[in-house]
């Protein structure tokens, strides 16, 4: 038990250390030495936790994106179907946007984009544990809000693959190309997931709601 | 003229090495060097028509962009504005993803994206010729349809931003995660241009089209 904890404290501090290093310089700016030294181990200890880079890169990947996602179901979770369909979008878009469009994350999405071609597994893991499990989350609450008739969409996937899209696109994009200066603030966020709303329902909503005005 | 003539072939010749090299290993994965033997010149040369790395970087985006953004001008162009609101929308979609939604402009955003942090005016052009470029235009023959009374939107600017995103937030962002073997098909990108327009059209149409049957 002592000993468990004691790898479990090793294993997380390489796990920070890696972080630390790898948003600042990215995958090949870092080498397997320089973790040893920030997490204060050996890199025969680093390589027993983790047996290459590659699999410590994907690893401190999974611990970023991982508890965000999950962050995002418990605040918006299968409790939140008892919602209208209007207060479950804006719910979603609001804690999305908040979550997800954070310099973190940003610099995580970049790097891995940079890796794509090279380290395709890369790619696949922040797709897996980023959109598409957004996506499969709202598939999942637009059948529940198909089955009772507040939402008029043939293809669910579509449709969900849309709304995330039409909140994420612009707030992602100009983060990836310009940096973090162009993550928008809160109130600017805010102000875009309501709009988000109101086009999504307007489309796929069973009652558009009156246009403003 | 014939030393022009000259100059200028040399300064193709010199554009086009840096395109294939840096399209294939990236900005630090090319050398001034390699550049030089591969434009069959020498590096004084390079520097002569280039002065550095980054100059040469960014002139290659610039020559791999421009073209690009000019040809969606030219297929979508001040004339199609004599187009019912509709079908200049779908004119726009259609060609902006068969335009930009390629190979090749795809890596250089890939780039463009993992140098951001260490190359901000690299994020800047590619911004200023891709995206801001299309959203200008977008806004541009918005004030003139919601001048005819065929569009209804406040802000315009969201309005055309958010048609932006809807239509290039899926295919872009799962090329950048997932490469070029997540780009659509033709068919696919059709049909999503198509549910993009009456997307678009329920939300800030004048005459929201009826709802499909």
């Known amino acids: 038990m002592g000993t468990s904890t004691r790898q479990q404290r090793t294993h997380k501090a390489i796990l920070n250390a890696a972080e630390d290093l790898f948003l600042r310089d990215g995958f090949l700016g870092v080498s397997m030495d320089q973790v040893a030294e920030t997490a204060a181990v050996s890199k025969q200890t680093v390589y027993a936790h983790f047996q290459s880079k590659e699999a410590l890169f994907l690893a401190f990947t999974q611990a970023l994106m991982e508890p965000a996602g999950d962050e995002l179901g418990k605040r918006v979770s299968e409790q939140s179907l008892d919602l209208e369909f209007e207060d ?3 719910a979603f878009a609001h804690q999305q946007l908040a979550i997800v469009v954070t310099p973190k994350l940003m610099q995580l999405r970049r790097l891995a984009i940079g890796e794509a071609t090279r380290f395709p597994e890369l790619g696949a893991t922040l797709h897996k544990l980023g959109p598409a499990r957004s996506i499969n989350r709202l598939e ?3 059948r529940h809000y198909r089955n009772i008739g ?3 969409a043939p293809n669910l996937r579509e449709a969900a693959s849309n709304f995330n899209w039409l909140i994420m696109g612009a707030p992602v994009n100009d983060a990836m190309i310009l940096g973090d200066a162009a993550i928008p603030g809160r109130e600017l966020l805010e102000a875009h ?10 489309a796929y909503g069973a009652n558009p709601p009156a246009y403003f005005e």
Do not use: G, H, M, T
């Not at 997931?193 to 307007?202: G, P």
């Open 88 to 90: 479950y979008l804006r």
């Open 193 to 202: 997931a309501e709009e988000c709303v109101r086009v999504f329902l307007a």
């Open 140 to 142: 999942f609450a637009f």
């Open 150 to 152: 507040q939402i008029r």
